[in-house]
C-alpha cells in the first residue's frame, strides 16, 4: 500500500454555488472531477494532520463509490481518523452533530439535498468546518481557484474497505471508524425536547404522517419517531432511502410530496404531517388540511420556544435569509431582540451562532434550525412543533391562526422559473438593477416604494462582505417583492420570485395566497419584464 500522486487536468466550472458543488451525476462520473474538487479543498486545509474528518452523505446514487474515493484521499492528506456513516450514510444535520461532538476538524457532506437523484439526476458535495457548518464563501473561493490550476491529487492506492460493517479498519496510517449514523444525532434530540410531553401525546392517539421521501430522514425519523416516541409503525413512510430516491423528487413542497399533501386532505387525515428533503435538513410541516408556509413556522417556533427544555430561557436572537418573509421580525420585537438579516444560505448562520447572537434560524425554502448544531434540521423542526403540540395543545392550523391573530399575517409565495437559459436570466437581473435609482419613490399597482435595492450583507462578526445578494422591492406597507437566481441548480438558471404581503386585519386572514399577492406578483412582471425576458407566461413551481 503507497499513496501515490497521480497527474491531472483542471476541469471547468467546479464552483460551490449556495451549498456546496453540484453537477449531474454523468459530470462527477468523469475520471479525476471529484479528486481534483476534494484536493483543492484539502490544499487550503492547514492543521488537518492527525486529525479526525467526518463522512457521510444522503445515500443517492454514486454515494458508495465517492465515499472510497474520499477515504483514500484523506488518508493520503494524513488525517488520522474518518468518522463514517455507517452504509456511507449521514444526513445533513447528523454530520454536522458528529463534527461538533467529536472534535473534528471538518466534514465531507455528499449530498445534492433537495435536488433530484439516480444515475439521470444530480450528485453533490459539500464541506463543512470545525464548528459543523458549511465552509465560508472565503474558503470555497480559494477552493475554486485551486481547481482551476490544480495538476494533480494524492491518494491511496488500497483497495475499498467495508464500509457495512460497524468497527474499525485502516487505510495506510488513518482508522475509519463505520459508526451509527442515528445515535449521536438521536442523543441530541433527546436533550432538546421533552420527549415524554410527546411520547404521551402519541400514546393518547394523535397521530402523525412523517414523509421521509425514500432519503437519508428515513433511519433518523424511524429510530426516533417510532422506536422510541412509540408512534405506530408507518408513521414513517418513504422511510428506506434509495439511490435514485424511488423516483420521488426529496424537495419537500406541497408540489413534490403531494402524497403527503392528499393524506393530509383525506377525511381521516393524521393530526400532524411533515416532510424532509434528500438530506434531511429540510422540513414541511402539515396540519390536516393546512400546509404551514416555513416563513410562519420559523416565527411560530421563535414565539412558543420557552415551551422547548433547550430554549427554556428564551431566544438570544433570531436570523432569516433576506428572501424570507419578515414574520420573524415580529416575534423578535416582542420578545425584545434583534432579527438579523442574511443572504441566502445556511452558512450565513454560522458566525452569528457561534458569537451567541442568535438561536433560531430559518430560511423561507422549509429550513428551519438553531444552535444545537450549525446546519437546518429536518427532525429537529418536526420534533420541535410535536414539542409545542404537547404542551400547548391545540392543532397545527389552530395554532398558525392564533399566531396571525397575535403578530399579524405575512402572506407568502415564491414563484421559480426554472431552466431557463443563462444569459435571459442574467439579462432579467441586469434589467432590474438598471431601474433600482428610478424605483425608490416610485407607486407601483397603488404601493409606494419605499426601498429599492440589491441585497448586500457586512458580516456583524467577522466583517466580511457578499453582495449581489438579490434585488429587493420594499413597499410603504411592509410587503416585498424579491428577485434572486438559484444558486443549486444544475441546468441553465433558475429565477426566483419572492412574494409577501403583511396583513394585520384577522378578518382578511382568509384570502387564499394567491389572490392576495396577485397585485404584487403583476408588480413583478412589470418591473422584470419577465414573459417578455425569459418567455414564460407562467412559474414553473409556486410554493
Ligand atoms: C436553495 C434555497 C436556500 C437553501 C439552499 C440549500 O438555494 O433557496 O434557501 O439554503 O437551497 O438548501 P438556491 O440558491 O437554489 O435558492 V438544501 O436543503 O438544497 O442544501
Ligand atoms: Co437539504
Redesign the pocket.
Known sequence: MAIVTCPTRPFAGQKP????LRKKVAVFLQPGYLENFVQALFDGLHGADGRTLVVGGDGRFHNREAVQVILRMAAAKGFARVLLGRSGILS?PASSCLIRKHGAYGGLIL?A???PGGPDGDFGIKYNVGNGGPAPEKLTDETYARTQSIAAYHISDQSPVDIDTPGERRIEQMVVEVVDPVADHAALMRECFDFGAIARLLAGGFRIRCDTMNAVGGPYAKAILEDELGAPAGSVVNATPLEDFGGLHPDPNPANADDLIRHMSAPDAPDFGAAT???A??NMIVGRGFAVAPSDSLALLAAHATLVPRYRDGLAGIAR?MPTSCAADRVAEALGVRCHETP???KFFGNLLDAGAVTLCG???Y?TGSDHVRE?DGLWAVLFWLNILAVAGGSVESLVRSHWARFGRHYYSRHDYEGVAAERAEQLMDGLRGQLGALAGQSLEGRRVVLADDFAYTDPIDGSRTERQGVRLVFEDGARVVF?L????TEGA?V?VYLEAPVQDPARHEVPTQQMLAPLAAIAQRTARIRETLGRDRPDVVT
Open positions: 454555488g449556495t451549498s456546496g445533513t449530498s439535498s433537495h435536488n428533503d434528500g438530506d435538513d429540510r435569509s441566502t444560505g445556511w430560511e423561507e425554502s429550513g437546518k434572486r438559484s444558486g443549486t441548480g433558475t426566483r
